[in-house]
């Protein structure tokens, strides 16, 4: 009786939860059609997936702003540090932008979409992007304007402007980007204020994302449920999410070993065996901001890199660099466009691979911080961020996975960095791979 009582106490984790939100919105959405509750469906369930929607896109501006300055503005030893920290964020933006092109160059040639037929393409757009036809006039109306239109567009001409409509989330991190790098020019004493009230408005955004992510169950159950799913829906999802896996394994395994190899002395099987504890980790927590302790851990104990370096590298890493994260925006915004049967231009996919970079900076490194992030992306370039319903089935595995690679990209470069600083010690020098405790492991957020 006792036992049974604290199994029964015992908390079901929230993706466990998600899954069966997911798992009864897709029976829902499936059973909808033959049973004659599609309407029924559109007026009393499907607004409860707006209203997640909705919180996602509330918190967005938010998160990008706090999460931005904050990290920004911790980059206060870049004076010290200034080469390396030059160095690594040089990579780091190096990196991410291979990401980005590498899921774009993937979705374009495998074109997930297109499994869908016209009719469904249609359909899907009618019912998910009631203003579509306006946001792609506008994004026209952008490129009409000329080559470097893009780079002027970053840039607000007035605040309150950027901070009140979503399509503006570039200039809301250009403007998050200059605050923070103003804040590291300010003297230190100044600024503490600013930096103690980003720090704890940061605390508060992240518990606000987490209130938003409970809710998350039945958001992810109320979108399924009012989307008329089909075989050839599920189809379109599967070649999907194969395309994100595979630019996922193009950049473990071909990316990375390749950096490795052209700038380390680090062999790759090494490499790989030291750094699997924090990609188990990072699958199974999906937060690489949980996972840091252990791929530091890892980074220094197996692979050698002193601490000095895995100290700076590691933490801005698991903050800006997530290389999965960014594969997976790429890929996302242009099956949801390909799915709503709309051709984008180059100039809209450069939109799409510059949006994806700097929301993967701006992403938190926490469950499902890549999904609200793509939500800027899919607005920059005029798409309704409703169509993250077609995907969000498909999240839960698919943030497991790139969280596992944003923890390799990481340890990465901070093998390149601590080679580049004479501050990694050879393989004979280290002996065999030890054991991890990954009992420091703070899984809370996942
Ligand atoms: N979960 C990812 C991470 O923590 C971020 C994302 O959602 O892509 O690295």
């Known amino acids: 009786m006792l036992t049974k009582n604290v199994v029964m106490k015992k908390k079901m984790p929230l993706y466990a939860k998600i899954l069966i939100g ?3 919105g897709l029976v829902w959405g499936i059973a909808a059609g033959p049973l004659g509750i599609v309407e029924f469906t559109h007026d009393w369930i499907r607004p409860f997936g ?11 501006v938010p998160l990008i702003i706090v999460s931005l300055i904050d990290g920004v503005s911790n980059l206060s030893d870049v004076s010290k540090l200034s080469r390396m920290g030059g ?6 933006i190096g990196t991410t932008i291979i990401a980005v092109t590498i899921g774009l160059t993937l979705v374009n040639i495998i074109d997930p979409g297109h499994y869908l037929s016209i ?16 946001s792609i006039i506008t994004a026209h109306g952008t490129k009409d304007s000329g080559p470097l239109q893009i780079l002027v567009d970053i840039v607000p001409d007035n605040l309150f402007n950027s901070f009140s409509d979503n399509t503006n989330m570039l200039q809301v991190i250009f403007f998050a980007i200059l605050f923070g790098v103003a804040m590291i020019l300010s003297p230190k004493d100044k600024v503490a204020p600013v930096k103690n009230f980003f720090d704890g408005a940061n605390h508060v955004i992240l518990s606000i994302v987490d209130i938003i992510m409970r809710y998350a169950p039945v958001g992810v159950f109320a979108l399924l449920a009012s989307l008329t799913i089909d075989l050839e829906l599920l189809q379109a999802l599967s070649v999907y999410s194969l395309n994100v896996v595979l630019g996922l394994a193009i950049m473990v395994f071909v990316t990375y070993p390749l950096l490795l190899k052209s700038m380390t002395k680090v062999k790759y099987s090494r490499f ?7 990609q188990i980790l990072g699958f199974s927590t999906s937060s690489s901001a949980a996972t840091l302790p252990v791929t530091m851990d890892c980074v220094e104990k197996n692979l050698g890199v002193s601490e000095e370096v895995s100290s700076f590298v590691l933490p801005l890493g698991a903050t800006i660099n997530m290389d999965g994260t960014s594969i997976h925006q790429g890929v996302s915004a242009v099956f949801i466009a390909q799915a709503f049967g709309i051709d984008l231009s180059l100039g809209q996919q450069l939109t799409i691979l510059m949006t994806a970079v700097l929301a993967s900076i701006g992403a938190a490194a926490v469950p499902g911080a890549g999904i609200i992030m793509l939500i800027i992306v899919l607005e ?32 990465t470069v901070a093998a390149i960095i601590a080679s580049s600083e004479d501050a990694i010690k050879d393989e004979s020098e280290l002996g065999k791979i030890k054991e991890i405790d990954t009992s420091q492991v703070d899984t809370s957020q996942s």
Request: net charge negative; hydrophobic share 50%; proline share 4%.
């Open 22 to 24: 997911m798992g009864i």
């Open 380 to 411: 920059a370039v005029g798409l309704d961020p409703a169509g993250l319903a077609l995907i969000l089935a498909v999240d839960r595995p698919l943030d497991m996975l790139r969280t596992a690679v944003n923890v390799t990209g990481d340890s």
């Open 119 to 134: 009719e469904r393409r249609d359909q899907l757009r009618e019912s998910f992007a009631a203003d579509l036809d306006t």
């Open 272 to 278: 790989m065996k030291a750094v699997l504890p924090a």
């Open 50 to 60: 707006t209203i997640f929607i909705n919180c996602l896109k509330l918190i967005a």
């Open 87 to 92: 160095k690594t964020i040089g990579l780091y």
